[in-house]
């Protein structure tokens, strides 16, 4: 088993911090490179869009900029390392673009947060619903789910 291209699922919550921090052990341990990818909800933007009377172009230009300055932040509170090979903030229906990406990045393994039952992330809403089983057949690799929480 390879674990060379972690794709790491981010919504910027303290699960998603918890993920990185598993995907930065194994890029260690298998000596591997993690993308960090961020998706601004389509959804979002097209909702945004109509009560501003702005066009989607633009509203998601502007998300995607506060998007990547929030990566950029999170980063340098979580990785002085300097372990993350790309980071990648995209427009789309999150479960389909974390796919899509994971599929043309050939990854090993997806490495995501989980808030548990009572979640509070963009993340959790899509994957751990009721359309989770869906969502990880369309997901070409493995994923590694981990607690908000590490007890133990």
Known sequence: MKLEKLLVPVDFSRSSEMAFTYAKFLAKKFSGT?????????????????????????????LSLQAREKLDNFLSKNDPEGLVAEKIVAVGVIFQTIA?????????????????RIGNG???????????????????????????????
């Not at 990406?101 to 490495?111: E, G, H």
């Not at 789910?145 to 133990?152: D, L």
Request: net charge negative; aromatic share 4%; proline share 4%.
């Open 100 to 116: 899509l990406k994971a599929q043309a990045l050939d990854a090993d393994l997806i490495v995501m947060g989980g808030h548990g």
């Open 34 to 62: 993690i993308h960090l990818i961020h998706v601004v909800d389509k959804r979002y933007v097209e909702r945004i869009a109509e009560l501003n009377g702005e066009s989607e172009d633009e509203v998601s230009r502007k």
């Open 122 to 152: 963009q993340i959790d809403k899509i994957f751990f619903g009721s359309a989770a089983e869906r969502v990880v057949r369309l997901l070409p690799c493995p994923v590694l789910c981990v607690p908000q929480e590490i007890t133990g």
